[in-house]
């Protein structure tokens, strides 16, 4: 008979979503995920549920998240094995370190692997954070009780870390193969993927159950697991209902405000309330036009999650002014160089401001 687990990871359970508004919305998302996560286990007949660590942030979770959690076990039943994270350190004080855990809930709470046996054949392998940076997990890791052998811990695939995230608990996939692990179940990446090695799934990530920052990537959700004589089947399962959108809408040639809202209403018609954008405006507009990023964000916002909108649209023609025998003139040249030189966004942004000084006008930040 085959073994089915379902893995989840970086819920993060009363975040603060800094970088967008609507937070209190999107932390009742979260919740809801995790309702979804476990409505998923009990479709899918799971036989085991585990978590990869930032269940929640430890900063600001409470009473009232554990009474959610504590339910949510409890409507699982079957067993629950959770590697604690980064945010959600094991500790003596922290929010699962209780003596009323319920019976079904297994907190691995040492910088040390722990094996427990799942089922004939199958074997489980738990390591957690602890407030100390734990190190490389997988260092000096090895595997010896045969069988499929699942590793589960909160860490960083070194190949493949996203910018401007930090590694904690790193490891590599020669590491993880040398272990002697069939699979690792992980977290700490909030764009879900699997990584394949003579191809079967080597190491899971399952994303985010929603997204929490721009530009994590595109899978949110569980990976799936079935597990049948040595054969070991990983599936990533989409579970999110939130979005975040970071577009580009061309204003080029628009010479009034009735057409940029035109333009702006095409870009966004497909998005919704569960959807989060930052929405750039760019390109060259006829000269003298005046856009309000207040009024158009005001006109669209009420009909998404959010709205950020930054205006980087220019009704001057650049080249032609650089070659004016005047200040203005020698002020865009050398601007422009540094535009070209590199890429600087900082540059692009005096351009504006200096040309709208030059013209007595004010321009909204």
């Known amino acids: 008979m085959a073994f089915t687990l379902v893995h989840c990871a970086d819920v993060?359970?009363?975040?603060?979503?800094?970088?967008?508004?609507?937070?209190?919305?999107?932390?009742?998302?979260?919740?809801?995920?995790?309702?979804?996560?476990?409505?998923?286990?009990?479709?899918?007949?799971?036989?085991?549920?585990?978590?990869g660590g930032d269940l929640y942030e430890a900063e600001r979770a409470g009473p009232a998240t554990v009474r959610f959690l504590f339910e949510q076990f409890a409507r699982f039943g079957k067993p629950v094995f959770l590697a604690p994270g980064n945010h959600d350190?094991?500790?003596?004080?922290?929010?699962?370190?209780?003596?009323?855990?319920?019976?079904?809930?297994?907190?691995?709470?040492?910088?040390?692997?722990?094996?427990?046996?799942?089922?004939?054949g199958i074997t489980l392998y738990g390591f957690g954070h602890t407030p100390a940076e734990p190190g490389r997990p997988f260092a000096s890791a090895r595997f010896e009780r045969g069988g499929v052998q699942i590793a589960l811990?909160?860490?960083?695939d070194e190949a493949r870390c996203p910018p401007n995230k930090r590694?904690?608990?790193?490891?590599?996939?020669?590491?993880?193969?040398?272990?002697?692990?069939s699979l690792l179940l992980t977290g700490h990446y909030h764009g879900g993927y699997l990584a394949s090695?003579?191809?079967?799934?080597?190491?899971a990530y399952p994303g985010s159950p929603e997204p929490i920052k721009f530009g994590e990537g595109t899978a949110h959700g569980i990976v799936a697991v079935r597990i049948e004589g040595d054969h070991v089947d990983a599936t990533l399962v989409p579970i999110a209902r939130t979005r975040l959108f970071e577009l580009d809408c061309d204003l080029s040639g628009v010479g009034h405000e009735h057409a940029a809202?035109?333009?702006i209403e095409k870009v966004l018609a497909p998005l919704g309330r569960r959807d989060y954008?930052?929405?750039?405006?760019?390109?060259?507009?006829?000269?003298?036009?005046?856009?309000?990023?207040?009024s158009l964000k005001e006109r669209f916002e009420s009909a998404l999650g959010s709205l950020e909108l930054s205006d980087r649209t220019s009704s001057f023609d650049y080249e032609l002014?650089?070659?004016?025998?005047?200040?203005?003139?020698?002020?865009?040249?050398?601007?422009?160089?540094?535009?070209?030189?590199?890429?600087?966004?900082?540059?692009?942004?005096?351009?504006?401001?200096?040309?709208?000084?030059?013209?007595?006008?004010?321009?909204?930040?």
Not at 153 to 156: K, L, P
Not at 175 to 181: D, F, H, R, T
Not at 197 to 203: S, V
Not at 325 to 338: E, F, I, N, Q, S
């Open 12 to 51: 993060h359970l009363e975040t603060t979503f800094p970088d967008t508004r609507g937070g209190a919305g999107r932390r009742t998302a979260l919740a809801d995920a995790f309702v979804r996560i476990v409505d998923e286990a009990l479709a899918r007949g799971a036989d085991v549920l585990t978590i």
């Open 89 to 120: 350190p094991h500790a003596p004080g922290s929010l699962l370190a209780r003596s009323d855990l319920p019976e079904n809930v297994l907190v691995f709470n040492e910088a040390a692997w722990r094996a427990i046996p799942l089922a004939d």
């Open 153 to 156: 811990v909160h860490g960083s």
């Open 167 to 181: 590694a904690t608990a790193p490891f590599t996939q020669r590491e993880v193969s040398a272990s002697g692990a």
């Open 321 to 365: 002014i650089s070659r004016e025998p005047t200040v203005r003139g020698h002020v865009v040249r050398d601007l422009l160089a540094m535009t070209r030189d590199d890429g600087s966004e900082l540059a692009g942004e005096a351009l504006r401001y200096a040309l709208a000084a030059f013209e007595g006008a004010e321009i909204a930040p």
């Open 277 to 294: 954008v930052r929405l750039r405006l760019t390109g060259q507009t006829v000269h003298g036009t005046r856009l309000d990023p207040g």
């Open 197 to 203: 090695e003579h191809g079967r799934a080597a190491i």
């Open 261 to 263: 809202l035109a333009r």
